[in-house]
């Protein structure tokens, strides 16, 4: 083997984009799809919860701005989906730096960067289906309904759930660099169903006792829920909502950055 | 250790050396896991890592790899930032501590990692030649240790790399595994990779590899083909009491390589034992002489273990 060979350097490339592409998103959607814990939760959960207290007949069809109640339920319940779709999409860090398999990829020209913005697309992608799958069931029953004129709430209300889903991408991701386990859905699991209830999805905060109504603003889905309903309730947006929502985000996102940019670091 | 102090000198072409590292050191903490090491791999070479665990192999690949930096001096692979040779795909590396998606079939798992470079070879040719197509459709956690191992293999082999690393490869493998896994490599390297394995098997250094670097505690003790290597590891230490012996004295004995006294006791290692022990006990008052062969694991251990430390 001691032979002097001719290595031509000329003809070896990097890949572009840092490597993304759309083979390895694809790859990430079917391997979360595998997953039944987070088929179950992002997918078939919401969808059970809004036929459980969307569909019933005592208030559903009440008129709420410009839909009816289970219009209102539903967003609530699409809502609580891709929060919990986009964190577990993002939490899967967690489980592939506890195996080895993101040292394994630093093997590869996939750059860190180019890392975090797969599994940030891949969560965005699960928290996208998520809203989908509540929306066409709950459009099968036939119980939401938009008043005349409102049709296009649909859409408008889905697509503010999924951009809004985005804080909970950086929250998955955050913890995910933050805790390197493979069960850490269980724990963010827990965490969002509690957040969920303080944010006001599954009961109406007004009927919660007056200290708990003020501490339930401060968490991180009271705000986004106020915003996802602003366009069927039609009565505006308020400063503080949108705080809120902003504020969790920056917290999220800053904080999954500091954790990136500790763990590329050290490898 | 005069004979292996060289090492192979590098192919003198006008293209940089596979791997440059120059007085490279890298401590954790108040841990110095290599110090000061200095070597150079050319192409075609095919070259052990051989140490006993904690001796800086996995340390000194992590560098080489660009998953670490060094505290001081610098690593070159093919005259560049061993990153930019990964993005390039020239450099790949079968690690102990890659972890791999247990819900990715093999070959999906493969697909996913050839989409990542910009040039890839056909993911069925690398499945092939890492003997793994039969199990192609398997999940990666129904694979044993072994299939694991080759679909590491196999994923280094995308990029079709110059520069072929492995860190102990064969760990955790039976025999019948690690002879065939190592019957890969070898057809492998056939083609004019350069490779370095990492490895705690003597055996394996000997079998497999044209050079040997021995490392003992981050330091490089010792770098020769694997003859010179098998050379160290010829000869008997003859064992005696002589009390009042001095290093000295024994040393000037024709034919003694190295010297050690504890006490009363004293340790001549020498590649003609006879004519020590004949001196010994014709010109000395040695008594309780005693002879024993050195195998090529004592070698080791002697070059690698503390009590090595004075030759």
Redesign the interface.
């Known amino acids: ?7 031509d ?1 000329s003809d ?5 984009r840092g ?1 993304i ?1 759309l ?2 998103l694809g ?1 990430e959607i ?2 979360l799809l ?2 039944r814990r987070t088929v179950i939760f992002a997918l078939i959960f919401p969808v059970v919860l809004f036929l459980f207290v969307g569909t019933n007949k005592a208030y559903a069809n009440l008129p709420d701005g410009h839909s009816n109640v289970s219009a209102f339920l539903m967003v609530s319940m699409a809502l609580y989906g891709a929060a919990l779709a986009t964190t577990a999409g993002g939490a899967m860090v967690s489980i ?1 730096r506890a ?3 993101s ?8 750059s860190p960067t180019g890392y975090i913005l797969i599994k940030l697309m891949t969560a965005m992608v699960l928290g996208l289906s998520s809203v989908i799958a509540v929306f066409v069931v709950a459009k099968i029953t036939g119980v939401p309904a938009m008043f005349p004129g409102y049709g296009y709430l649909w859409i408008v209300a889905g697509l503010c759930v999924w951009v809004g889903s985005l804080v909970f991408a950086a929250l998955g991701l955050f913890v995910g660099y933050l805790l390197p386990s493979e069960n850490v859905m269980q724990f963010l699991g827990l965490v969002m169903a509690v957040l969920a209830f303080a944010g006001g999805l599954f009961y109406p905060l007004r009927q919660f006792p007056h200290v708990l109504q003020v501490i339930a603003k401060f968490t991180p889905l009271y705000g986004l829920n106020q915003l996802v309903h602003a366009p069927l309730l039609g009565g505006g947006v308020r400063l503080a909502w949108v705080a809120n929502a902003v504020i969790w985000f920056a917290l999220f996102a800053g904080g999954a950055v500091w954790q990136f940019r500790r763990d590329t670091a050290r ?1 | 250790m005069t004979a292996m102090s060289a090492g192979r000198q590098l192919a003198a072409t006008d293209l940089p050396p596979a791997i440059d590292l120059r007085g490279v050191s890298k401590n954790f903490g108040d841990v110095r896991a290599v110090r000061d090491v200095t070597l150079g791999i050319a192409s075609g070479e095919i070259v052990a890592l051989l140490g006993p665990n904690g001796a800086g192999k996995t340390s000194t690949i992590d560098m080489i790899l660009g998953l670490s930096r060094p505290n001081a001096g610098d690593v070159e692979v093919y005259g560049m930032h061993p990153r930019q040779a990964i993005d390039r795909g020239l450099i790949s590396a079968v690690l102990q501590t890659g972890g791999l998606l247990k819900d990715l079939t093999v070959a999906e798992t493969t697909r996913y990692t050839a989409s990542l470079f910009a040039d890839a070879r056909p993911v069925d040719e690398v499945l092939k030649r890492a003997g793994i197509s039969a199990i192609a459709d398997r999940m990666v956690g129904k694979c044993s240790g072994g299939e694991q191992q080759r679909l590491r293999f196999a994923l280094a082999l995308l990029p079709d790399p110059e520069l072929l690393i492995l860190d102990e490869p064969t760990t955790g493998m039976d025999v019948e595994g690690r002879r065939s896994f190592w019957a890969s490599i070898r057809q492998d390297a056939e083609r004019g990779r350069t490779v370095l394995f990492a490895t705690h098997y003597l055996e394996e250094a000997d079998a497999y590899a044209d050079r040997v670097i021995l490392l003992r505690h981050g330091v490089v003790v010792a770098d020769g083909t694997s003859a010179e290597i098998k050379s160290l590891a010829s000869g008997r230490t003859v064992r005696a009491t002589l009390p009042g012996a001095s290093e000295a004295e024994l040393k000037s004995i024709d034919g003694a390589d190295s010297v050690e006294v504890r006490g009363d006791t004293v340790f001549i290692h020498s590649g003609n034992s006879d004519a020590v022990a004949r001196h010994l006990l014709s010109a000395t008052s040695a008594r309780d002489l005693e002879i024993t062969a050195r195998g090529l694991e004592d070698a080791f251990i002697a070059l690698t273990s503390d009590e090595g430390e004075a030759r």
């Open positions: 083997m001691s032979a002097t060979q001719m290595i350097l070896r490339r990097a890949p572009r490597g592409n083979t390895v790859l079917r391997k595998r997953n592939e195996l080895g398999w040292r394994q990829l630093r093997l590869t020209p996939l490898v």
